[in-house]
Nanobody, 120 residues
Framework: QVQVVESGGGLVQPGGSLRLSCVVS????????MNWYRQAPGKERELVAS????????NYADSMKGRFAISRDNAKNTVYLQMNNLKLEGTTMYYC?????????????WGRGAQVTVSS
């Protein structure tokens, strides 16, 4: 019923830029905070960026500050992750997450991920 679909991954050279998109369907998109995570094999999942229901509040991992930017377009049910000055360490899977809390109830929906490869 709920679908979270990432797109925009691919191959990019070090120092290059890439923009990921994530389209969410099956829920009221504007009611969900949105997050981007990344996880490489053998490593723990890392929160890259988050944005609240409105775009007035965003957060970034320290290593991404100044290079990445998260935004959302509620009219299009889409969240974006603009990635600039990509580094080799950015080669991994990036996952889109929609999250909502209603009292003690928690709702989390995940995409299957988008592969980003940073290589010369």
């Amino acid at each position: 019923q709920v679908q979270v679909v990432e797109s925009g991954g691919g191959l990019v050279q070090p120092g290059g830029s890439l923009r990921l998109s994530c389209v969410v369907s099956g829920v009221t998109f504007s009611s969900y905070g949105m997050n981007w995570y990344r996880q490489a094999p053998g490593k723990e999942r890392e929160l890259v960026a988050s944005i609240m229901r409105t775009d007035s509040d965003t957060n970034y991992a320290d290593s991404m500050k100044g290079r990445f930017a998260i935004s959302r377009d509620n009219a299009k049910n889409t969240v974006y992750l603009q990635m600039n000055n990509l580094k080799l360490e950015g080669t991994t899977m990036y996952y889109c997450n929609a999250a909502r809390s209603l009292g003690r109830l928690e709702f989390n929906y995940w995409g299957r991920g988008a592969q980003v490869t940073v290589s010369s």
